[in-house]
């Protein structure tokens, strides 16, 4: 199966029976299709690979905010939506668990600050709760926050590079990417009235 034909396949395409066959294998039905999806769809959220991350050591799976510096990453999600909508259409039971953020953008429901206790607890305890408790107004403001958050980014090397490129991006790989939280998040100071 190509990767096009899951992105271009239309829904009445993904519930019609789909006959997969492994190399060298005799074994067809829908116990090869369930083991092939399953293969795939782990292999999209392998940590190595670097789309999704844990924060809860493996318990719940989460996008990786630095996914960006793939190329064509958005590809890849949309790809990886395509097999978890034909896992459900199927009902393959899949052996990883999105955390709540996900569960609840793919429900179309709202996510807030209180989904972050869920997969981040420690984020959640030490930054979130400490702000959302301040109640002094130069206490918060003399911590000089903005709506931006600093992230490791996650270390990918081209296989192409020469061992001297290879040396020199692994020194790099220590360097925080920031992101803005919010639209002009950098120049937004927290406030006691907008850090809720």
Not at 8 to 22: D, E, G, M, T, Y
Not at 48 to 58: A, L, N, R, T
Not at 134 to 154: A, G, H, K, Y
Not at 184 to 189: E, R
Request: charged share 20%; aromatic share 10%.
């Amino acid at each position: 199966i190509q990767c096009d034909s899951i992105i271009n396949a239309r829904h009445s395409q993904l519930v019609v029976p789909i006959l997969i066959k492994f190399e060298n294998e005799l074994g067809v039905g829908f116990g090869v299709f369930r083991e092939w999806l399953t293969q795939l769809c782990l292999t999209f959220v392998d940590a190595e690979i670097g789309f999704f991350c844990s924060y809860d050591q493996g318990q719940t799976i989460h996008i990786n905010p630095n996914s960006k510096i793939h190329h064509d990453y958005l590809k890849f999600y949309e790809i990886f939506g395509r097999l978890i909508a034909l896992a459900v259409v199927r009902g393959v039971l899949l052996p990883f668990h999105f955390s709540n953020p996900i569960l609840k953008a793919l429900m179309n429901r709202s996510i807030d600050i209180d989904d972050f206790a869920k997969f981040d607890q420690q984020l959640y305890q030490n930054k979130i709760c400490y702000i959302r408790n301040l109640t002094d107004e130069n206490e918060l403001e003399s911590l000089e926050l903005t709506f931006v958050t600093l992230s490791q980014p996650i270390n990918l090397i081209n296989e192409n590079e020469t061992e001297n490129q290879t040396n020199s991006n692994q020194t790099n790989s220590n360097q925080m990417i920031e992101f803005e939280l919010i639209e002009n998040g950098k120049q937004t100071k927290v406030t006691l009235t907008n850090k809720h």
